[in-house]
């Protein structure tokens, strides 16, 4: 069983960053999808950035393209998104997610996923 522990939530202001870190208790040789996804209050869950232990291919969504980016640590065990240019619109709940398999063109979709961390807080004010 893969275990999942974010770490690294908080409060900035607008512009600011902040830098999560997901660890795993170990990854199965076939867990090579690791994302993050985030929910807001009243909104539903949406993908945010997503990397391929396999092949080191990362894919983002469009609302955080040029200010987030995830990489993995030497370790293989811990996936990091780096926050930069925070903005209030990025307040949520931040959720650490492993998959069987590679990433692909569905990365986003939540219910693809076998493994989910309990997740850390991201607040921005303006």
């Not at 996936?79 to 997610?97: F, G, H, K, R, W």
């Amino acid at each position: 069983q893969v275990q999942l522990v974010e770490s690294g939530g908080g409060s900035v202001q607008t512009g600011g960053s902040l830098r999560l870190t997901c660890a795993a208790s170990r990854y199965t040789y076939n867990s090579n999808c690791v994302a993050w996804f985030r929910q807001a209050p009243g909104k539903e869950r949406e993908g945010v950035a997503a990397f391929d232990r396999d092949n080191g291919r990362t894919y983002y969504a469009d609302s955080v393209k040029g200010r987030f980016t995830i990489s993995q640590d030497n370790t293989e065990n811990t996936v990091i998104l780096q926050m930069n240019s925070l903005e209030p619109e990025d307040t949520a709940m931040y959720y650490c997610a492993a998959m069987w398999g590679a990433c692909g063109g569905t990365w986003t979709r939540p219910n693809d996923y076998n493994y989910w961390g309990q997740g850390t807080q991201v607040t921005v004010s303006s």
